[in-house]
């Protein structure tokens, strides 16, 4: 996480936000002591469409085992 003084953050607040954008996170400093800090806003969730769902799984096959096997076999499994 990269710190920033105040007064070279509001001089330079887009720049800072294509950053955060970015992935980067940054920490605002007020006379050396941090006081803020920038991070991504969350991106909203899409809905899920329950009719297109459900229809795209109509078409799978059945599964032969479990989830919890499933699972339980990946990690025993020495490949993964």
Do not use: C, W
Not at 60 to 69: G, K, R, V
């Amino acid at each position: 996480m990269d710190a920033i003084n105040l007064a070279d953050a509001k001089a330079h607040l887009s720049e800072l936000v294509d950053r955060v954008e970015a992935g980067d996170s940054i920490e605002i400093t007020r006379r050396g002591k941090p006081v803020a800090r920038l991070i991504a806003a969350a991106k909203p969730r899409r809905k899920v469409d329950a009719a297109r769902l459900q229809s795209f799984t109509a078409t799978m096959p059945p599964q032969s085992q479990t989830a919890e096997a499933l699972v339980r076999s990946m990690r025993d499994d020495d490949r993964y």
